[in-house]
């Protein structure tokens, strides 16, 4: 069974400047053309999961729909991205919920969307702070599906940098793994850790179920190890600290860095993406 991941880092509806628009509708058409981007990569890709992260729906905005108990609002990412995907034919299904507030405005969140039926979803803080008007309160999000009778669970991860947590909540989401018991499993998102830290060595020797992770990019591209997946900004350099990880039993096809183009003046994000193929043994 071979499956296609992508993991993307949303930066929260940031790449346009919700202030110079005469209404949030105005904003929400314009930000169209990078989401319409995403999901045509989607598509003409055939990608089976992709992982979230600052994937934001706006505070002020009425619940127009529930996913799995959790309110969504019209300007939810995933659920544009859906909708769009819909109206080219494709049928995606997805699970989102809100980790924290971000830029005032938004309900920051991660969330997963998956061409196979989500049969379980489950959502937890890994944090110490679990306040969500805090921006260090880190919920992690996890779905399960099942397709060629093989049941998988994916995790879209976004932890706190190593000074403000990042050990305690990747060692939390260890332990959550094998506590579900499930050996198939995809990892994947921002660690907010960049490969040529201190950090990253907890990621390079972490063990689930008695067996090492396995780095995806690093195992198909050793001569790369600091490829840059964060453009960086005024007070970080561009580091690679985006990542998907699985078990040995998985072997790693293909791993690109993508998104790093713009479409006119925009970018996609501050985050580039991360798409790899899969073996599932």
Not at 239 to 262: A, M, N
Request: hydrophobic share 35%; aromatic share 14%; net charge negative.
């Amino acid at each position: 069974m071979k499956v296609k991941v992508l993991t993307l880092n949303l930066h929260t509806y940031q790449e346009l400047d919700i202030n110079k628009f005469k209404s949030s509708q105005a904003f929400l058409d314009a930000y169209r053309v990078i989401q319409e981007h995403i999901a045509k990569f989607i598509l003409q890709n055939d990608v089976d999961f992709v992982t979230f992260q600052e994937a934001g729906q706006l505070q002020c905005e009425n619940v127009c729909e529930k996913e799995f108990g959790i309110d969504i609002k019209p300007s939810n990412y995933l659920r544009v991205l859906k909708n769009i995907l819909s109206e080219y034919g494709a049928k995606y299904n997805y699970a989102w919920d809100f980790s924290h507030y971000g830029f005032n405005i938004w309900e920051e969140g991660l969330g997963i969307l998956s061409k196979n039926k989500i049969v379980d979803f489950e959502s937890r803080y890994v944090s110490k702070e679990i306040d969500p008007k805090v921006f260090r309160s880190r919920k992690i999000v996890r779905i399960r599906t099942e397709a060629d009778g093989k049941t998988l669970d994916v995790y879209s991860v976004h932890f706190n940098w190593p000074e403000l947590g990042f050990k305690g909540e990747f060692e939390n989401v260890l332990k959550w793994i094998e506590e579900r018991e499930i050996e198939n499993f995809i990892v994947a998102g921002d660690f907010n850790v960049s490969s040529q830290s201190q950090e990253y060595g907890l990621i390079r020797d972490a063990m689930v179920f008695g067996k090492p992770l396995v780095d995806t990019w690093m195992s198909l591209n050793p001569s790369k190890p600091n490829e840059p997946t964060f453009s960086g900004d005024s007070s970080e350099p561009p580091s690679r600290i985006d990542y998907i990880l699985i078990p040995q039993t998985f072997k790693p096809l293909q791993c690109e860095i993508v998104f790093k183009e713009r479409i006119g003046e925009l970018r996609v994000s501050d985050h580039f993406g991360l798409f790899c193929e899969l073996a599932i043994g």
